[in-house]
């Protein structure tokens, strides 16, 4: 999966010049966090909504209403957003998008095609695939196992849980907390929990959860 597959598009962009009062307007109309901030189709920086927020006055400040009006309508996009920006293109992994942002701590990266920003893939848009990804909003038996970190084990999860009929709605395996284990989480249509404990108490080390959902 690629980051052009799961981007928003088309991209909700901000002039540098915009007053930060107006593109907090548009951001709240929009219902969006952060926009690239672009000038004839050059990516310029990106501004959250934070940035936008922080640029504000206090509400415990002495100026009047009219001095604040004033002063914030002076503050353009330009003066609050980040310049250095880092980007992504539509055929990176979506996985490489996700180390990006999380080791960056960002919420979202601007995606650029010959120089011209034509999407932006954002924390929510993962969100959407993580639940995709652990079946979320699928009926099924959804089981967590431990198993040895070897060739072979997982084929023989999958085979003992095909065999009995089972039909694999999802399945994720993750790190397991001792050197050489595995921690494996799939969910199952066709098999109710006794059946898959019956099937599975042979193959796995160790049961963590297994419900209905």
Do not use: C
């Not at 310049?83 to 539509?90: I, L, S």
């Not at 932006?120 to 079946?135: P, Q, R, S, Y």
């Amino acid at each position: 999966m690629f980051v052009g597959e799961r981007m928003s598009h088309p991209v909700i962009t901000v002039a540098p010049e915009t007053p930060i009062h107006d593109a907090l307007a548009m951001f709240r109309k929009e219902h969006i966090r952060r926009a690239p901030v672009v000038k004839e189709g050059k990516l310029l920086g990106i501004v959250s909504e934070r940035d936008l927020l922080n640029a504000s006055p206090s509400s415990v400040t002495s100026l009047s209403v009219w001095e604040i009006n004033y002063l914030i309508s002076k503050v353009t996009v330009q003066q609050v957003m980040t310049k250095k920006v880092k980007t992504v293109d539509a055929n990176t992994p979506i996985e490489e998008a996700a180390r990006i942002m999380a080791d960056s701590k960002i919420g979202g990266l601007p995606v650029v095609s010959d120089g011209r920003v034509v999407g932006v893939i954002t924390e929510t848009d993962l969100f959407k695939i993580f639940l995709e990804l652990m079946g979320a909003r699928e009926k099924g038996t959804r089981v967590t196992v431990l198993i040895d970190d070897k060739p072979g084990q997982l084929a023989k999860v999958t085979k003992a849980i095909s065999d009995a009929g089972g039909n694999f709605i999802s399945f994720s395996q993750f790190t397991g907390p001792d050197l050489g284990t595995r921690v494996v989480t799939f969910k199952v249509a066709g098999m109710k929990k006794e059946a898959v404990t019956k099937t599975l108490q042979d193959v796995v080390k160790k049961f963590w959860d297994i419900r209905q959902s």
